[in-house]
């Protein structure tokens, strides 16, 4: 089945960039989506289809999508933005599946 | 707007069936497909399955394939998903989700989280 690999935690200060990758097999051809998700709460859109951002979604939020890895990225980050961040994808190689990253720990020092 | 409003937390033997629902309001309840997703503890999203709510059809993860089962009240915009012989692996927050549109399209609304604890 496909795989997802993100980093288990990026560390970054405040106002400053922070890049978080999730990667697989040719992901490029791929749509992926990326979900934000504090403490205690349900999952958030924060991108979809790679880099759309939907209504709510502060500018500073963006992705990419090329090869085998997906970025998001926030730029100008702020305390607010600390979470976890799980990337998706739809996998229809062989079962029909949604398959998510491991997620990634996203600390505002 | 836009709401899916789930059932209370539940604690469960192992062995037992649980039953989680999901009310969905602020849109045409037979126009989006609903997931089901599951985290257990410290852990990731794992997605369990597909209800239909037009057709009533589903569609399960393999791993849970002859444990779950979803179903839906069109009657009252609800989806339900019962998961059987509960073992402690299945602890978890338990969220249902509506998909935006087409089939890769991705979860834009989701419910608050339903926890199922399961021990003896």
């Known amino acids: 089945s496909y795989v997802l690999t993100q980093p288990p935690s990026v560390s970054v200060a405040p106002g400053q960039t922070a890049r978080i990758t999730c990667g697989g097999d040719?992901?490029?051809?791929?749509?992926v989506h990326w979900y934000q998700q504090k403490p205690g709460q349900a999952p958030v859109l924060v991108i979809s289809?790679?880099?759309d951002r939907p209504s709510g979604i502060p500018e500073r939020f963006s992705g990419s999508n090329s090869g085998n890895t997906a970025t998001l990225t926030i730029s100008r980050v702020e305390a607010g933005d600390e979470a976890d961040y799980y990337c998706?994808?739809?996998?229809?190689?062989?079962?029909?599946?949604?398959?998510f990253g491991g997620g990634t720990k996203l600390t505002v020092l | 707007q836009v709401q899916l409003v789930q059932s209370g937390a539940e604690v469960k033997k192992p062995g037992a069936s649980v039953k989680v629902s999901c009310k969905a309001s602020?849109?045409?309840?037979?126009?989006?497909?609903i997931y089901w997703v599951r985290q257990a503890p410290g852990q990731g999203l794992e997605w369990m399955g597909i209800?239909?709510?037009?057709?009533?059809?589903?569609r399960y993860a393999q791993n849970l394939q002859g444990r779950v089962t979803m179903t839906r009240d069109t009657s009252t915009s609800t989806v339900y998903m019962q998961l059987s012989s509960l073992r402690s692996d299945d602890t978890a927050v338990y969220y249902c989700?509506?998909?935006?549109?087409?089939?890769?399209?991705?979860?834009?609304?989701w419910g608050q989280g339903t926890l199922v604890t399961v021990s003896s």
């Open positions: 998706q994808v739809w996998d229809s190689s062989r079962d029909l599946n949604w398959v």
């Open positions: 289809y790679d880099s």
């Open positions: 040719n992901i490029g051809s791929k749509n």
């Open positions: 209800m239909y709510p037009s057709g009533g059809s589903t």
């Open positions: 602020g849109y045409t309840f037979t126009s989006h497909y």
């Open positions: 989700a509506r998909q935006m549109g087409a089939e890769e399209s991705p979860f834009d609304y």
